[in-house]
Each structure stands twice: as structure tokens, then as C-alpha cells.
């Protein structure tokens, strides 16, 4: 215990002067933390789309990328793009995040709902089987015909129903279905139905199937130009000649096809540092290549009727924020949204670095030189003695002056400081030395 009094400096001391900072940096990053944006939630709610589906696939690779940085995807299945669009406009909804197919809605209805596109993933082209004798080349050849759309909140029907507009036909021209995708190839192989009309990635098993199966034939959009030029929302894509077998030279030429895209889409109030983190994984999921894209296309800003959500345009624009690419995302997170605050104590340090030094200098030396006061007063007494009391005055004094070094002998300061305090020992005796040769002289 003797040994921790001799150090350099005196913790208890440097504990007192840093105090009053501490807890000023404490009040600061406290207020700071209470007024900045919160932190983001470690679950996210998604809509995909029916089991087994593209967006439910997807759906499940979102959530292995979000579990590393201990976020968990968890995801509700649904009919398609139209429920996944109430779900996530209702307010009552959980739902924040879903898969949607672009022209499903519009941009006034998108903007008035509180929907924000993330950006678009992948083309889901329309894809039209169909069987018979000769190939048909114009949508208005399938007059009178029964056709599968898919179930209502797939949005099928509805892009479907446009394209028969320009063609100047309407839903009553044709015979819809909605079946599901499989029990409607079943249907659509066994003759009960004439047309299928998917809107799915190119990866998807059932268009793998069809276009292997013989007599089926796919409906070449050799005007999929106009159509784009009439619907926005949709884009050209072609399907090389030879993509599904090389061998076997399937398909044996190019098709024209015209296409949506999947669309992530979010509520406005969804938290903007978990954007960032939905679209890094979407450029981990998406960036391949596949029949129809190519390396890099998606994830895009592009092909979107739903606006595009600021924070959304910062990723396309600059990727991935600069400490995230170095830290951790909750530590780079909490930088992020601590800013101010650490702005703020940048702005403090610097005059709080001149006054701590000086502050706790002045509280060891003042351990010291509060006993000069002392060491005064008896000199002052002992220089206007009176003849009556001179002797017991200054036995007084003497006595007093051993109390005092007595009571500095006590006293502990770091050792850079110990010249002061044998100078304080030196100085007692001097005065001591004073007294004494009075009482002498006496």
C-alpha cells in the first residue's frame, strides 16, 4: 500500500478533475442518442409470393445474407404483387417489404400510399403457351380462347388485360382462368385449356418444362418494340436461340419477349439504414447473369413505375456507405447515426484538453500550498509580539508548527510533485528555526 502513494500521478485526483467532463460527455452523448434517429429493428416482415415460387426462393436467400449481420428475414407467402401491395400500404400491417411486379400499380397510387421502390431485381417476362398447328404472331389470333391468368393477386391478369387493350380487345373476347400455375399446366396438357400466360423468372421449373415439351409452342412478341414504347413499365428481352439446350439447338431461333421486372417495394417507414442492407444483398443475389440479363444489370434503379426511395438513389449512386465497408453493420450504424454527437465532442476536446491539465495541476499543488496560509499567520504573530506574552506565545507557535508538519508529513502527491512538498518540509523548519531563536534571545 506504501508504494501506490509514490507514482507518478495521483489517480483519485486525475478521477475528480476528469469528473466534471465525464459526466458532461455523458449528459451530451445521452441527449444525442434520445434526439437522433432510432436504432434499426432486428426483424424485417416480407411478402413474397406462393410456395414454391421465384419470390419465395429469393425470399429465402434475402434472409440467409441478412442473418450475418443478425437480422432475420421473416417472410409470409401470398397470391403475388397485389396483396403484397396492400399488405404493405395497410397500416395495420407488419408487413414493411415485398416482392411486386412492375405495372401493378401506378405512380400517383404508389406516392399516395407511402410505397417506395428499392429497386427492380430481375425480368419476369410474359411468358404465352399455346398449342397449335401454325404459329400465331398477334395476341389478337387468340380471340375466343381459354387462357389461364393465374389466381387474382398474382397481377397477371392485369398487365394481360393491357396488352389485350392495344389490340383492341377486352377480357370478354377471350375465356380467363385463374388456376394456379400447376394445376393449370396440368390443365393446359390435358386440352381443358388453350393458353397459359406466366409472368416468372426464366429459372422458374414449369417455363423449363414448356418450352422442352413438344407440340407447345411460345409466343414470339415480334412487336415487343411497340409494346414497350406503350407501357413503360415493361422492357424488350430476347431469348437466345440455343439457351435452354445448346445441343439439342432449343429454342431453335430467338423469341422476342416483352417483360416486367420484380420489384423490391417498401413502405416509406422503413428504417433507412435497413435499405442499404436489403440492397447489398440484393446486389450479392442478383448481379449474375442469367438467360435474359446480363452480368451487373440488376439490381437497378431503372424499370420502376413506384418511386424510387432516396436512400435507394445514395446505394446506386455511391454503394454501400463508406464505414459499412470496413466495420461491422451495427458498430457502423451507430457511428452513422451518432454523428452529431461525436461532432459535438470533437468540438469540446479541444478547449477541455487546455483546462483539465492546468485543473488537476492546481488540485495536487493546492494540497501544498494551502499550508503557506498557515505558515504566515504564525509569522505574522510571531512579528507582533508584545512584551506581556512573548515566551508563551511563541511556545504556542512552536507547538502549532509541529501540528502542521505533522499534518504535511501525512500528505501524498505523485512523486513529479515531491519537490514542492520537501520544499513546504523546508520552509516549516525555517520558520521553526525563527521561532526557536526568539525563545532564545527571550
Same mark, same amino acid.
Given at each position: 500500500?506504501?508504494?501506490?502513494?509514490?507514482?507518478?500521478?495521483?489517480?483519485?485526483?486525475?478521477?475528480?478533475?476528469?469528473?466534471?467532463?465525464?459526466?458532461?460527455? *455523458? #449528459?451530451?452523448?445521452?441527449?444525442?442518442?434520445? +434526439?437522433?434517429?432510432?436504432?434499426?429493428?432486428?426483424?424485417?416482415?416480407?411478402?413474397?409470393?406462393?410456395?414454391?415460387?421465384?419470390?419465395? !426462393?429469393?425470399?429465402?436467400?434475402?434472409?440467409?445474407?441478412?442473418?450475418?449481420?443478425?437480422?432475420?428475414?421473416?417472410?409470409?407467402?401470398?397470391?403475388?404483387?397485389?396483396?403484397?401491395?396492400?399488405?404493405?400500404?395497410?397500416?395495420?400491417?407488419?408487413?414493411?417489404?415485398?416482392?411486386?411486379?412492375?405495372?401493378?400499380?401506378? $405512380?400517383?397510387?404508389?406516392? @399516395? =400510399?407511402?410505397?417506395?421502390?428499392?429497386?427492380?431485381?430481375?425480368?419476369?417476362?410474359?411468358?404465352?403457351?399455346?398449342?397449335? =398447328?401454325?404459329?400465331?404472331?398477334?395476341?389478337?389470333?387468340?380471340?375466343? !380462347?381459354?387462357?389461364?391468368?393465374?389466381?387474382?393477386?398474382?397481377?397477371?391478369?392485369?398487365? /394481360? @388485360?393491357?396488352?389485350?387493350?392495344?389490340?383492341?380487345?377486352?377480357?370478354?373476347?377471350?375465356?380467363?382462368?385463374?388456376?394456379?400455375?400447376?394445376?393449370?399446366?396440368?390443365?393446359?396438357?390435358?386440352?381443358?385449356?388453350?393458353?397459359?400466360?406466366? %409472368?416468372?423468372?426464366?429459372?422458374?421449373?414449369?417455363?423449363?418444362?414448356?418450352?422442352?415439351?413438344?407440340?407447345?409452342?411460345?409466343?414470339?412478341?415480334?412487336?415487343?418494340?411497340?409494346?414497350?414504347? !406503350? /407501357?413503360?413499365? +415493361?422492357?424488350?428481352?430476347?431469348?437466345?436461340?440455343?439457351?435452354?439446350?445448346?445441343?439439342?439447338?432449343?429454342?431453335?431461333?430467338?423469341?422476342?419477349?416483352?417483360?416486367?421486372?420484380?420489384?423490391?417495394?417498401?413502405?416509406?417507414? *422503413?428504417?433507412?439504414?435497413?435499405?442499404?442492407?436489403?440492397?447489398?444483398?440484393?446486389?450479392?443475389?442478383?448481379?449474375?447473369?442469367?438467360?435474359?440479363?446480363?452480368?451487373?444489370?440488376?439490381?437497378?434503379?431503372?424499370?420502376?413505375?413506384?418511386?424510387?426511395?432516396?436512400?435507394? @438513389?445514395?446505394?446506386?449512386?455511391?454503394?454501400?456507405?463508406?464505414?459499412?465497408?470496413?466495420?461491422?453493420?451495427?458498430?457502423?450504424? /451507430?457511428?452513422?447515426?451518432?454523428?452529431?454527437?461525436?461532432?459535438?465532442?470533437?468540438?469540446?476536446?479541444?478547449?477541455?484538453?487546455?483546462?483539465?491539465?492546468?485543473?488537476?495541476?492546481?488540485?495536487?499543488?493546492? !494540497?501544498?500550498?494551502?499550508?503557506?496560509?498557515?505558515?504566515?499567520?504564525?509569522?505574522?504573530?510571531?512579528?507582533?509580539?508584545?512584551?506581556?506574552? =512573548?515566551?508563551?506565545?511563541?511556545? =504556542?507557535?512552536?507547538?502549532?508548527?509541529?501540528?502542521?508538519?505533522?499534518?504535511?508529513?501525512?500528505?501524498?502527491?505523485?512523486?513529479?510533485?515531491?519537490?514542492?512538498?520537501?520544499?513546504? $518540509?523546508?520552509? #516549516?523548519?525555517?520558520?521553526?528555526? $525563527?521561532?526557536? %531563536?526568539? *525563545?532564545?534571545? $527571550?
Amino acid at each position: 500500500m506504501q508504494k501506490i502513494k509514490f507514482t507518478l500521478f495521483s489517480l483519485r485526483d486525475l478521477i475528480i478533475a476528469f469528473g466534471p467532463v465525464t459526466l458532461m460527455v *455523458l #449528459i451530451v452523448c445521452g441527449l444525442g442518442f434520445w +434526439l437522433v434517429d432510432p436504432a434499426p429493428p432486428r426483424i424485417i416482415d416480407i411478402s413474397t409470393g406462393p410456395e414454391n415460387s421465384a419470390y419465395e !426462393r429469393f425470399a429465402k436467400l434475402y434472409a440467409a445474407e441478412l442473418a450475418k449481420n443478425q437480422i432475420q428475414l421473416r417472410f409470409k407467402t401470398s397470391q403475388g404483387s397485389q396483396e403484397n401491395l396492400q399488405r404493405i400500404s395497410d397500416p395495420d400491417s407488419e408487413i414493411e417489404v415485398g416482392f411486386v411486379r412492375s405495372g401493378s400499380t401506378d $405512380r400517383a397510387d404508389a406516392a @399516395e =400510399k407511402g410505397l417506395v421502390s428499392l429497386g427492380s431485381l430481375f425480368y419476369e417476362p410474359i411468358w404465352i403457351f399455346y398449342r397449335d =398447328k401454325k404459329e400465331l404472331t398477334t395476341i389478337s389470333q387468340f380471340r375466343g !380462347r381459354r387462357i389461364n391468368v393465374g389466381p387474382d393477386g398474382t397481377g397477371v391478369g392485369r398487365i /394481360f @388485360e393491357q396488352i389485350l387493350s392495344v389490340n383492341s380487345m377486352s377480357a370478354d373476347d377471350v375465356s380467363f382462368q385463374h388456376l394456379d400455375d400447376t394445376p393449370a399446366t396440368v390443365a393446359f396438357l390435358a386440352g381443358q385449356l388453350d393458353v397459359l400466360v406466366f %409472368s416468372t423468372a426464366s429459372d422458374a421449373p414449369l417455363v423449363q418444362m414448356l418450352l422442352q415439351t413438344p407440340g407447345v409452342r411460345l409466343f414470339d412478341f415480334v412487336q415487343a418494340e411497340a409494346y414497350t414504347r !406503350r /407501357f413503360p413499365y +415493361l422492357s424488350q428481352v430476347t431469348l437466345p436461340r440455343g439457351i435452354v439446350d445448346i445441343g439439342l439447338d432449343l429454342p431453335a431461333r430467338d423469341y422476342h419477349l416483352i417483360s416486367p421486372t420484380a420489384t423490391l417495394v417498401a413502405h416509406e417507414s *422503413l428504417h433507412p439504414a435497413l435499405t442499404g442492407l436489403l440492397l447489398q444483398a440484393a446486389a450479392k443475389i442478383h448481379s449474375r447473369a442469367d438467360w435474359l440479363s446480363k452480368q451487373g444489370e440488376f439490381p437497378s434503379d431503372r424499370y420502376t413505375e413506384i418511386p424510387v426511395s432516396g436512400e435507394a @438513389e445514395k446505394f446506386y449512386k455511391n454503394g454501400a456507405p463508406v464505414l459499412q465497408r470496413y466495420l461491422t453493420f451495427w458498430v457502423a450504424n /451507430f457511428i452513422e447515426r451518432m454523428w452529431v454527437v461525436i461532432v459535438a465532442l470533437g468540438a469540446l476536446f479541444l478547449p477541455l484538453s487546455k483546462i483539465i491539465p492546468p485543473l488537476y495541476v492546481w488540485r495536487i499543488r493546492s !494540497r501544498i500550498y494551502r499550508w503557506y496560509g498557515q505558515l504566515r499567520t504564525v509569522e505574522q504573530i510571531i512579528d507582533n509580539l508584545s512584551n506581556s506574552d =512573548k515566551r508563551a506565545t511563541l511556545e =504556542k507557535q512552536l507547538n502549532y508548527l509541529d501540528e502542521i508538519e505533522d499534518k504535511v508529513n501525512r500528505i501524498s502527491v505523485p512523486l513529479s510533485y515531491a519537490e514542492e512538498l520537501y520544499g513546504l $518540509r523546508s520552509h #516549516i523548519q525555517f520558520v521553526r528555526t $525563527r521561532v526557536q %531563536s526568539l *525563545l532564545k534571545s $527571550r
